[in-house]
């Protein structure tokens, strides 16, 4: 952690205190809210992401980049997939702590970088959460994995539920507000990128290039945004 030490990690990462279970504490410091809130409850039945395909519960080393330029990098880090936060421990306080989106710009996990970001879903409904930056051009590659819940046939103890996982790509524009959903396909990836469209498809033609393929749309992506540099 840079000079700021404890005092960082005290003071500025704040999440209200209504997001909070009965039994989970925080801790506040001369009136200013804390930078992690503690958390003792143990989500039984929460999912973890560890990395692009892979779920894992272990802290691994991770850094914070604040939006006031500073980063806190003394942390273990672990993504709760299924309250959609990043969970983290220090060497500062014993306890979990859940890190506040508001005031960082970015989280890195071991070699992956994660940015929180107002998006419209796939039921076209406004939210907010994190992505996983694939590819960080002007025009991002971003990939969110979602946990969603469905309720099964009744029983003796009550409604049993299925658990299932969303994997969606997303490209975040510098001249968009919000990220945009996108099928990994040729008519969802031009509709997006529809400025450029003749030369993208001759691109893709002219190297072999596949729009299902994630290495493959990021060198689109990254033709596209070096035609827009020229303009």
Excluded: C
């Excluded at 209200?16 to 279970?21: D, E, F, M």
């Excluded at 003796?156 to 396909?185: M, Q």
């Amino acid at each position: 952690m840079k000079n700021y030490g404890r005092i960082l990690l005290i003071s500025l990462l704040v999440l209200p205190a209504v997001l909070l279970a009965q039994n989970q504490r925080v801790y506040v410091a001369e009136g200013v809210g804390t930078t992690m809130i503690e958390t003792s409850k143990n989500y039984t039945t929460t999912t973890f992401y560890d990395s692009f395909w892979d779920f894992d519960a272990d802290f691994k080393y991770g850094i914070l980049y604040l939006i006031n330029g500073d980063s806190i990098d003394n942390l273990g880090i672990r993504y709760n997939i299924t309250r959609d936060r990043f969970e983290a421990v220090s060497n500062e306080k014993k306890g979990i702590y859940i890190v506040n989106p508001d005031v960082i710009t970015r989280i890195r996990r071991m070699s992956e970088e994660f940015a929180h970001f107002k998006y419209y879903n796939a039921q076209n409904r406004l939210s907010k959460g994190y992505f996983n930056i694939v590819d960080d051009g002007k025009t991002k590659l971003l990939y969110r994995k979602a946990e969603k819940h469905k309720e099964g046939k009744k029983g003796a103890f009550g409604y049993s539920s299925f658990k299932s996982f969303d994997s969606d790509y997303y490209i975040k524009k510098t001249t968009e507000k919000y990220p945009v959903l996108i099928k990994r396909n040729r008519q969802s990836v031009l509709d997006n990128l529809g400025d450029e469209k003749e030369a993208i498809e001759a691109f893709v033609a002219n190297n072999s290039l596949h729009y299902h393929k994630v290495h493959d749309l990021v060198s689109i992506l990254t033709f596209y945004d070096r035609l827009k540099n020229q303009n």
